[in-house]
């Protein structure tokens, strides 16, 4: 048998301790180990030898001159300009239904009919009240007209002493109980005419007729539905009295409000037609505020023209509204006004652990302001390689560049917007 190589692969493994057969397993452990420490050292040389490459750079902007235009944006739904629900002040069957759904109707126009049969017999008996309360008042006329005959001859009596003072005093009474059975049969008729009058009402509400000129938008009548009108008239039918002037109701936020004034131009798109947009005016900002889920908004109306009646009740239009038009104006974008350098120090002291390890994110760059300063701010610039402020007052902004009123910026200039980092 041939001897082993002293450079043999089984020679190498005992002198590194490394058996095969028991140990073959851990020696593969080991060598994993071993590699894995020897790439960390090579990354950490990596690192340290690099030096301050990690250099901190700056993103920057030109201030620019243009047009700006600040639009509030508000969601709502369309509404027609007067709409009408129709209902039954009568209880009753409906006997007929005499239009459907987007029928036009004219004012007096019949919608719908109640069986009227127990209607027109409380008319009847109604009317035979009243006659028979005519013929009691002249009843009542007869008797009193005799009872002031036989009054006056009783007088006449009395007066030359024919009769007692007890007769006269017998038919003085007589007459005036006449006199008031009279007037008591006069108002049964005046009451009687009454009841007759409401029930001809009623009769006349059985046939359920529109208030307006418009459309059908919603129908809930049905032949042989029953309706009962007892606290509350039951809605059948909604009516919108013209469709080619419309509203957009939407709800302006807190914020905004405060710019939105009656008059503004908008315009709004539906998703029905989403690469059209509709024009539309404001016409009232209503002073109630509506709270849903702690967002305080107020409800905004615009006037919209739909003369092609592409647009339809209930639809979501998305609005943008007007609110300021400016010409010429110097811009900033609004990342400049959020930034702030970091120290001086952060730029070329860095500890080796930060090397390797990301630091914690930036807070924003006016946290601390106050409210009342939101309109003295400031900008960056570079300088000599390093970051100078400029003081500046700020106006409208449409949330992606900012007008400046007053400060020591140009159109051109270089502005500062963000922190790079990273290798030149």
């Known amino acids: 048998m041939a001897e082993k ?14 058996e095969q057969s028991g140990g073959g397993r851990k020696g593969r452990w080991l060598w994993l180990a071993a590699a894995v420490v ?3 050292l090579v990354a950490i040389g990596a690192v340290v030898l690099s030096g301050p490459a990690d250099e901190v750079r700056f993103q920057t902007a030109k201030v620019e001159r243009a047009n700006l235009t600040v639009i509030v944006t508000a969601t709502g739904t369309l509404q027609p300009t007067n709409q009408v629900d129709i209902g039954s002040e009568l209880s009753g069957i409906i006997k007929t239904v005499e239009v459907d759904f987007n029928d036009r109707v004219k004012v007096g126009q019949v919608l719908a009919r109640l069986d009227a049969t127990k209607l027109q017999a409380q008319v009847v008996q109604s009317e035979a009240a009243l006659k028979a309360a005519q013929a009691r008042v002249r009843e009542a006329e007869a008797n009193e007209d005799e009872t002031r005959r036989r009054l006056k001859r009783a007088q006449e009596l009395s007066a030359r002493n024919f009769v007692s003072e007890e007769a006269l005093v017998t038919a003085e009474a007589a007459h005036k109980r006449a006199v008031a059975a009279l007037e008591s049969a006069r108002s049964q008729v005046e009451q009687n005419r009454a009841t007759l009058a409401v029930d001809r009402t009623n009769l ?30 039951p809605v059948l039918f909604t009516l919108a009295e013209d469709l080619t002037k419309m509203e957009l109701h939407v709800d302006v936020d807190e914020a905004d409000v405060g710019q939105v004034k009656d008059g503004q131009q908008a315009t709004f798109a539906v998703d029905a037609h989403p690469n059209r947009e509709f024009p539309s005016t ?71 652990v930060s090397r390797l390890l990301p630091g914690p994110p930036r807070p924003p760059a006016r946290s601390a302001q106050k409210a009342t300063d939101r309109r003295h701010q400031q900008v960056w610039t570079l300088r000599d390689g390093r970051p100078v402020a400029i003081p500046v007052t700020v106006g409208a902004t449409d949330g992606r560049m900012t007008q400046i009123i007053t400060g020591d910026v140009q159109p051109g200039l270089e502005i500062l917007t963000d922190t790079l980092r990273g290798a030149k």
Do not use: C, H
């Open 204 to 233: 006349g509400k059985a046939a359920i007729r529109s208030p307006i000129n418009g459309t059908v938008l919603t129908r809930k009548a049905e032949p042989g539905q029953t309706v009962a009108a007892t606290l509350q008239a």
């Open 282 to 352: 404001v016409s009232e900002v209503r002073n109630a505020a509506k709270t849903v889920s702690g967002v305080v908004t107020y409800e905004t109306v615009l006037a919209v023209e739909n003369a092609d009646l592409l647009l339809r009740p209930g639809m979501t239009g998305t609005a943008g509204i007007t609110v300021n038009e400016l010409r010429d104006a110097v811009l900033v974008p609004n990342a400049a006004l959020r930034f702030t350098p970091p120290p001086p120090q952060a730029q070329s002291q860095r500890s080796f």
């Open 5 to 18: 190589s002293p450079g043999s692969r089984a020679d190498v493994a005992a002198t590194l301790g490394l």
């Open 38 to 40: 020897l790439a960390a």
